[in-house]
């Protein structure tokens, strides 16, 4: 086949020509901002689901495993790196079992990997998938596997039979046995317990003063526990125990739609994400995206869409910039004022509801009038512009956030693209820019 062509132009959804984008990277960029099967703006869950299928089944193996696991590990989602694991199996990938062991951190993944495995039909399961889906089973205890065990198609107990996990020791044998008998100890989860008709109020207390509510159980039901007017005290003291390690950043600003009187703790939350990160030196500009675009849902069953994100986003890179400069653009740059928190995240809503376009072509502007200068610009965006964008040397290291999954963006120029909607994309800023440094000083070491 000949190779020297000329790609074909293509354009954006707002019907802007942008430049053309290697299969790895659409493919990196679609999974990290991706709730599987969930439409989009522009797009909808399926049309993405193939999209995703699609490069999967292009790019290099390795490349799409050590993307499965970022997705996992680092940006805290739960269905796309299944289902690129799904893509690997298929193809035959010899790494496979490896992988699958690594992302599956729940037990209820065993059985729901396995339902995608088959969902274009029934077939044998390949030596890898065994070998990963066993693996897995050693990694919990019995409260996990009662918590999840559920009423499924597809059974812990039907894998459990298919795999033949061995276990790891006499405890996990026994383990095992209560799941092939159907004798596992079921804990009493918030949900167990309010199904079965229990008192929302006593239900939550208890959960809370046993310490057994998890972080993102106590940001989800926060709505329910006010509603259910749980002691405010114990809420408030609940922040100092809950684990939000695994928690996006914009999970806490939705939970502060249904509990303002708890803010200044939802605040507090937040901020522990980037304790003990280095500041980002210099100065800096942060652009917040604020067309309408922005208020696409991030699933068709949340409350939370793109700019619930990026606010998460821009509240942490406000606390990680030495000294910054923050602007909102539509169809015009909008300067904010530099606030904190949930402060910040009014200043951007403000902006939002009278906001109107994509005129990413004003950024460069702003970024050097009056003379300014930054040493960075960090860019939140669905990159839907309606009109082109092009570097220029006043945004000193340009980062494009992307917290969309949409196909067409505005290409790929002078700049770092990243995509997402968790606060290790601003670790990945520290690091890169301590690499380039580091670079920076072997080069000229050796020039002299």
């Known amino acids: 086949m000949k190779s020297n062509t000329k790609v074909a132009a293509t354009k954006n959804f707002e019907g802007v020509k942008v430049a053309p984008v290697k299969p790895y990277d659409e493919l990196k960029r679609a999974v990290l901002t991706c709730l599987l099967g969930e439409d989009t703006y522009y797009e909808s869950g399926g049309t993405v689901m193939d999209r995703v299928k699609a490069l999967a089944e292009t790019v290099e193996p390795e490349k799409v495993a050590e993307l499965a696991m970022l997705a996992r590990n680092q940006f805290k989602l739960r269905h796309v790196p299944l289902f690129l694991v799904r893509t690997l199996a298929k193809r035959g990938y010899k790494g496979t079992g490896a992988v699958l062991q690594q992302i599956i951190q729940r ?85 167990k317990l309010l199904a079965s008709g229990a008192d929302k109020k006593a239900t939550f207390e208890g959960l ?52 303002p009187r708890l803010e200044d703790k939802l605040e507090e939350g937040m901020f522990k994400a980037v304790e003990g990160m280095k500041k980002l030196e210099g100065k800096t500009l942060l652009v917040i995206d604020v067309s309408p675009s922005m208020s696409a849902m991030l699933s068709s069953k949340s409350e939370m869409n793109r700019l619930d994100a990026a606010c998460g986003l821009a509240i942490l890179a406000r606390e990680l910039c030495e000294n910054v400069e923050i602007v909102t653009f539509s169809n015009d740059i909008s300067v904010l004022p ?26 460069p502007a702003y970024a050097k009038s009056e003379g300014r200068q930054f040493d960075r610009t960090i860019i939140i965006t669905d990159e839907e512009s309606q009109t082109p964008f092009t570097y220029t040397p006043e945004f000193g290291e340009l980062y494009m956030i992307n917290v969309s999954v949409h196909k067409h963006a505005i290409g790929f120029g002078n700049w770092v693209r990243l995509s997402g909607f968790s606060e290790a994309i601003l670790t990945f800023i520290e690091e890169y820019e301590n690499e380039q440094r580091a670079k920076s000083y072997a080069d000229g070491a050796i020039a002299a």
């Open 107 to 191: 037990p209820d993944e065993i059985a729901e990997f396995l339902a995608m495995y088959w969902k274009e039909g029934k077939q044998s399961i390949s030596r890898q998938v065994k070998k990963g889906l066993s693996a897995a089973f050693n990694k919990f205890n019995e409260y996990s596997f009662g918590k999840y065990n559920q009423d499924n198609a597809i059974k812990l107990r039907d894998v459990l039979f298919m795999v033949h996990p061995k276990a790891k020791d006499k405890a996990q044998q026994e383990i095992f046995d209560k799941i092939a008998n159907k004798t596992l100890v079921y804990p009493e989860t918030w949900e």
């Open 208 to 259: 809370m003063e046993r310490e057994e509510l998890g972080g993102l159980a106590f940001l989800r039901n926060l709505r329910n526990m006010v509603d259910a007017k749980v002691d405010e005290n114990l809420l408030r003291g609940y922040f100092g125990k809950a684990n939000f390690s695994r928690v996006l950043p914009y999970r806490f600003i939705t939970a502060a739609k249904y509990a």
């Open 338 to 363: 530099n606030r904190r928190g949930f402060a910040l995240r009014d200043s951007i809503a403000e902006r939002f509801r009278r906001g109107n376009g994509t005129q990413m072509h004003l950024i």
